[in-house]
């Protein structure tokens, strides 16, 4: 497998990885919230000068039922450069896609036809259970000590999650990664600084206090996770743990800026108990420690109980349900997913801690509805969920589905799924493309999306 | 066959770990560019060089001290094993090492970074069929004492440790002031491969 020179989609700056060509395929986990038929990854022709854009050309589909595909990435990215742990004579080739709900992790292969991928091993949730002590897998991402896997409940599917070590080339378990985890017990997100040695953790809850949806007694008493953890990448040991307090619950996506010599971050937090706004927080270095500062709050938008699912009516306000973030290359701008409200929002945080509000489009949304222009089928339903961005920062692509249980919650009459792309302006500002959209095939709802050669969460980088 | 100077070969191969970027080069030049400073650069030369010559001369004493006891042919097929041995595990597990030093890291993490590099890829191995006829004239060494034999020892590492540096050097001034990191996007070329082949060779010229 070791090839003679670097993938070429490997790039050892941030800077480097934003000349790269635009990507001509997507690839978008679709999942079947009944679980009764096989999950799939999509792959979507997003080439503007394609006669199938704006269409889903291949599909492999899962060899089960009931995974809920969720967060997966590639096998090897630009970190495979790195001074301090080289090996980058790899390809990014594979897909590594896990289940959620199954435990199960995906091996699938793009090459040699990136159009027609095909499954080459599947890794059952005994096997991890057994070598790595986790379940509920969610987050992938390549690094350097191989593939990082992370999972949101132990073996037994209670606390604690944590991260799970894969061989790059053979795929093998190699173990848990935590040698000293400390008091960390919740698990959601992971990335890191590889500038600074640094490993951050968020928090959801366990596996039991999500899998049937969120429960209200348990949101409401503020019992699910509010807290960041910091890590030394290299000892793999637990250094601090940031509360946000009482007030606020699921601290979801983490986006570390990506030029190493930057010691900061984003991250999102979904819903404030005190008026049900979310709110975006930077965290950054402070001395010898790490410290987060709130830098946007996002309110709720009143609204009348009638168009409210059962959950909101007492509250009379739709929340914006922050899912999902995602940082630019040039870690100039900002995407937020509103999932609640419908709204995209954008904005420019080259100031970490002083963020302006450049663009916004709504689509979708618990009460709005919004339509899109090249939608046939009039008011759309769910909102803007997982965000992803080209590595030269001018398309932003989306879909519309959180999670299976969660979805109906939300948007009881169901989610029909779509996915549509932004088109960004050279200093801020966005816009729908009118002629990407996709109403996505009933029986599948889309989730994540990767672009092909990598994007703005798949790859980090050791050189500024 | 016209004799090569043993030393020739070691400052070559020296040359040649010195070229490689996870021998050091590119740790210095990235350790540079985080901190901004040129000076950090150049200093970070100095444990990169002293992990490396340690993990060379760790090597040369085991190999000195076996050929004090022990007969040369025994010797030679021992060591070309060993040879052969490192670039199989190489070739299946090279990939798979703890990462143990990273950005932050200090000048004697720097050092134990370069010490655990050249030992795990096998460096001071790749000089073990010059440095026994060099230090070991005799089969088996009876009579030589180690004082006769240390100063051709620590000569032996001196050289191969003093071109591995200036090709070190050359490199990463080269790499940090002029030409930037984007040639190794495809100029990186696979110098493991190579490495491979040079243990497995040299471990057959030991044992044939």
């Keep these: 497998m070791a090839t003679w020179q670097p993938d070429p989609s490997f790039y050892p700056s941030p800077r480097m990885a934003a000349q790269a060509p635009a990507e001509r395929l997507a690839y978008v986990a679709a999942f079947d919230p009944d679980r009764k038929k096989p999950d799939a990854i999509a792959v979507v022709d997003v080439d503007p000068g394609s006669a199938d854009y704006s269409r889903i050309v291949g599909q492999v589909g899962m060899p089960n039922i009931g995974d809920e595909l969720h967060h997966f990435g590639w096998n090897a990215c630009s970190s495979c450069l790195c001074p301090n742990a080289p090996h980058p004579h790899m390809e990014r080739r594979y897909l590594v896609v896990p289940g959620l709900r199954s435990s199960r992790l995906h091996i699938i292969d793009t090459r040699p036809d990136p159009r027609n991928p095909k499954i080459i091993k599947v890794i059952e949730p005994e096997e991890i259970a057994r070598k790595a002590g986790y379940s509920r897998l969610h987050t992938i991402h390549c690094g350097p000590e191989g593939i990082y896997v992370n999972a949101l409940g132990n073996a037994e599917g209670k606390r604690p999650g944590g991260i799970f070590l894969l061989d790059p080339e053979s795929f093998d378990v190699l173990g848990q990664w935590e040698l000293h985890r400390g008091p960390q017990e919740l698990a959601y997100d992971f990335w890191w600084h590889l500038g600074q040695d640094t490993m951050v953790t968020s928090e959801w809850g366990t596996p039991d206090t999500f899998e049937s949806g969120l429960v209200p007694e348990i949101l409401l008493g503020g019992k699910y996770g509010r807290r960041l953890h910091f890590w030394d990448l290299h000892k793999r040991r637990h250094l601090q743990e940031i509360d946000f307090g009482e007030e606020y619950q699921l601290v979801f996506e983490l986006r570390p800026a990506h030029d190493p010599t930057k010691a900061y971050g984003f991250v999102g937090c979904v819903i404030s108990l005190k008026d049900l706004s979310s709110s975006i927080w930077t965290w950054y270095r402070d001395g010898d420690k790490w410290a987060v500062k709130k830098i946007i709050d996002i309110p709720a938008e009143p609204a009348d109980p009638a168009d409210l699912p059962p959950l909101l009516k007492g509250f009379k306000a739709v929340p914006p349900l922050v899912t999902d973030i995602d940082l630019s290359m040039d870690d100039r701008f900002l995407y937020v997913s509103c999932w609640g409200t419908g709204e995209m929002l954008q904005y420019d945080v080259s100031d970490p801690v002083s963020p302006k509000l450049t663009g916004k489009v709504r689509i979708g949304g618990i009460v709005s509805r919004a339509p899109h222009p090249k939608a046939a089928n009039g008011a759309l339903n769910g909102g803007p969920q997982m965000v992803e961005i080209s590595r030269d920062g001018k398309r932003v692509y989306f879909t519309n589905s959180l999670y299976g249980a969660i979805d109906p919650q939300f948007y009881p009459d169901g989610i029909d799924g779509w996915m549509v792309k932004l088109d960004v302006a050279e200093n801020g500002g966005i816009q729908f493309d009118e002629r990407f959209f996709i109403d996505w095939p009933k029986g599948h709802r889309p989730h994540q999306v990767r672009l092909e050669g990598g994007d703005c969460s798949s790859d980090s980088y050791c050189y500024p | ?208």
Excluded: K
Excluded at chain 2, 26 to 52: E, Y
Excluded at chain 2, 100 to 115: A, E, N, P
Excluded at chain 2, 119 to 131: S, Y
Excluded at chain 2, 182 to 191: E, P, S, V
């Design chain 2, 1 to 208: 066959m016209t004799e090569i100077s043993p030393w020739l070969v070691l400052a070559g191969l020296g040359a040649f770990h010195g070229a490689n970027p996870a021998m050091g080069w590119l740790f210095a030049v990235a350790l540079g560019l985080h901190r901004q400073s040129r000076r950090v650069m150049w200093l970070s030369l100095v444990p990169i060089a002293v992990g490396h010559a340690a993990s060379i001369a760790a090597v040369v004493v085991a190999v000195v001290t076996l050929g004090l006891v022990m007969d040369r042919r025994v010797l030679d097929a021992l060591a070309g094993t060993a040879l052969l041995g490192w670039a199989a595990y190489y070739a299946l597990y090279g990939h798979r090492h703890r990462v143990r030093v990273g950005m932050r890291t200090g000048m004697v993490g720097l050092g134990l970074w370069s010490f655990l590099m050249a030992t795990g890829h096998g460096a001071g191995l790749m000089l073990i069929p010059v440095i026994i006829p060099l230090c070991l004239p005799t089969s088996p060494a009876q009579g030589a004492s180690a004082m006769d034999i240390a100063p051709v020892s620590l000569a032996a590492v001196a050289v191969h440790t003093g071109a591995m540096l200036a090709v070190t050097a050359a490199v990463a001034g080269l790499v940090h002031e002029w030409l930037g990191l984007a040639f190794l996007r495809r100029g990186w070329i696979n110098l493991d491969l190579i490495w491979i082949a040079a243990l497995a060779v040299t471990g057959l010229l030991l044992i044939l």
